[in-house]
């Protein structure tokens, strides 16, 4: 809600799914300030309704948050209320950690909510007041029966590439460091990493770290000592320049020293070709694009990458169709399956390959309502793993494999009336992964993760995971 005095009032929004959050600010305020706080309402929501938002299909790409379905919202709005009291003092944040609010606001579980619309519940015995946990991220007289504690380092790489292959600007890095602690009592934990950022100053760039970091130890020795909260939380993220990695053999150098001009995008695992046409007729128009995706050949073979998603916008609704196929170098994209998706509205289209193993160039599918078109491919290129077991062996390609290419062609037509409202799409956005155990990208490790103040010896699990998105230009 926008106040009185319009004149000297801004609104911060955050759109995730079908739910747009806004806060509005006086002008001037840093609008880091309601943007983190709707990151974190958003955040504490998942936690207060986990089984909903896990089923949900509404995420754009398999990078974008967890949405949380609008339905939802409104049949519980009593407890979003109640945290937003809790969260808000005078408008301003004052709690925004999950463990203190779930202290103080109580979630409805689902037999709760059945046994009071009987009246089985009586509301005479209220429940006890919680006990108030001195740190706000961590709750009090926390029990396990099995202590374990997961890191893992996720590297995202971003940016946006020019129609032949060249970034425009620098493709930027980050990294970030999640943990999942399940650790009995009050632990005190302290996390090195490789490359050190006190003996690499430049290795690191623009660290935020979690409120439970202790800053000074940071600051003087590099380590991140902490006692951590319980449950799912991330503990610090960062960008990394490639001037200054290992990956440009230059690590500890200076930001400034002179690098490669083409700096991360010679890690994007693949490439993409882009063609289109318009064609003018007396009954309408008719516009055909093709997208190819090509495996980078690395010194052991063709790279892999999995979870590819290719997506771009057509204008929902000009009253025009969509038809679309899909083909690999060992399948043609004429002999594959193909299906047509109205325009106007309707459930859009979707269409598949049923190919085996490196055969398969994956699933289109239009969404009408949005005019969104997403390109899934499992696997594109195969790992060194995979490449070695499929040479010694003559049998069926190996589940690690997939195709060095594939290829999406379509043809969007409109009719005369409505061909002025159709828009060519002016990029493409491609989210990608690479498959556990592959090198990372930055070379940021864990060097060692240490335990103290318990008297158990918790299960340690650290792992890393590189993503990407990136808008590609017609």
Not at 181 to 190: E, N, Q, R, Y
Not at 255 to 260: E, P, T
Not at 315 to 339: C, H, K
Not at 444 to 452: D, E, G, Y
């Amino acid at each position: 809600m926008v106040s009185a005095n319009a004149r000297g009032t801004a609104i911060a929004n955050l759109t995730i799914g079908q739910v747009t959050y806004l806060a509005p600010i006086p002008l001037g305020t840093d609008p880091l300030l309601p943007l983190s706080f709707l990151y974190h309402l958003h955040s504490v929501l998942l936690m207060y309704f986990p089984a909903t938002s896990s089923s949900s299909t509404l995420a754009a790409s398999p990078n974008a948050p967890t949405p949380i379905p609008a339905s939802v919202l409104s049949s519980n709005f009593d407890l979003v209320y109640q945290l937003l009291q809790e969260m808000l003092d005078d408008g301003r944040p004052l709690t925004v950690e999950y463990n203190s609010l779930k202290g103080i606001v109580r979630g409805r579980a689902w037999w709760e909510d059945i046994m009071a619309r009987m009246g089985s519940l009586s509301s005479s015995n209220p429940a006890p007041l919680p006990e108030i946990s001195p740190l706000a991220w961590r709750p009090a007289q926390v029990r396990y029966s099995r202590n374990e504690v997961y890191v893992d380092i996720v590297e995202s790489l971003n940016g946006v590439m020019d129609r032949k292959g060249e970034p425009l600007g620098d493709l930027g890095l980050n990294v970030s460091i999640t943990c999942r602690t399940k650790l009995s009592g009050t632990p005190d934990m302290a996390l090195s990493l490789h490359p050190s950022p006190t003996a690499h100053p430049t290795a690191i760039v623009g660290p935020s770290l979690h409120p439970c970091v202790r800053t000074r130890r940071w600051t003087r020795e590099g380590i991140l000592s902490f006692v951590p909260p319980d449950g799912a939380f991330e503990l610090a993220q960062f960008s990394v320049p490639y001037s200054s990695s290992a990956r440009s053999g230059k690590l500890g150098a200076s930001a400034s020293s002179s690098s490669n001009a083409t700096g991360w995008s010679k890690d994007v695992p693949f490439t993409v070709k882009t063609k289109r046409s318009v064609v003018k007729e007396s009954k309408g128009r008719e516009w055909t694009f093709e997208i190819t995706l090509s495996a980078k050949s690395g010194r052991s073979g063709p790279t892999c990458s999995e979870g590819v998603e290719v997506s771009f916008h057509v204008t929902p609704r000009a009253g025009g169709e969509l038809d679309a196929s899909l083909g690999s170098p060992n399948v043609d994209a004429r002999a594959s399956v193909s299906n047509r998706a109205a325009l106007s509205g309707g459930p859009g289209g979707a269409s598949s390959y049923t190919g085996l193993g490196a055969d398969d160039p994956g699933v289109w599918r239009f969404d009408a309502r949005e005019g969104l078109v997403r390109w899934s491919i499992p696997r594109l290129g195969s790992s060194p793993s995979s490449s070695s077991a499929a040479s010694s062996s003559t049998a069926a390609p190996s589940a690690g494999a997939g195709p060095t290419e594939v290829t999406l062609k379509g043809t969007i037509t409109a009719s005369s009336s409505t061909s002025s409202a159709l828009s060519k799409p002016s990029a493409l956005l491609v989210a990608f992964s690479l498959p556990l155990g592959q090198p990372s990208l930055s070379g940021v490790r864990v060097a060692s993760l240490h335990i103290t103040g318990v008297d158990y010896k918790p299960f340690k699990g650290v792992r890393g995971a590189t993503r990407g998105r990136i808008e590609w230009r017609w």
